[in-house]
C-alpha cells in the first residue's frame, strides 16, 4: 500500500508545490495514511481544507484501501 500512496503523493505535489508548499508521506497504520505539510502549505489558513479536498479525496480515490489521511504537525 506505501507504493501506491507515494505514487499518489506524487500527483498530488505538483499541484501543492505550484503554491510553494509540498507533503511528506510520515507513515501509514492500517487504513491511516499520515501526513506533513511543508513549505507555504505548513500554517496556511486553507490547509485543512486543501489536505481534505484535495490530498484525502485523491488519495482515496486511487488507494481505496485508506480510510482516512490526517496531518502530522511539526
Do not use: H, N, W, Y
Request: charged content about 35%; overall charge negative.
Amino acid at each position: 500500500m506505501r507504493e501506491k500512496v507515494e505514487k499518489a503523493l506524487e500527483e498530488i505535489r505538483g499541484f501543492l508545490q505550484a503554491d510553494g508548499g509540498d507533503i511528506e508521506l510520515v507513515g501509514i497504520e492500517g487504513g491511516t495514511v499520515r501526513v506533513k505539510l511543508t513549505g507555504a502549505c505548513s500554517g496556511c489558513p486553507f490547509a485543512t481544507f486543501t489536505l481534505r479536498q484535495r490530498v484525502e479525496k485523491r488519495i482515496k480515490e486511487l488507494v481505496p484501501e485508506v480510510e482516512k489521511v490526517e496531518e502530522v504537525e511539526g
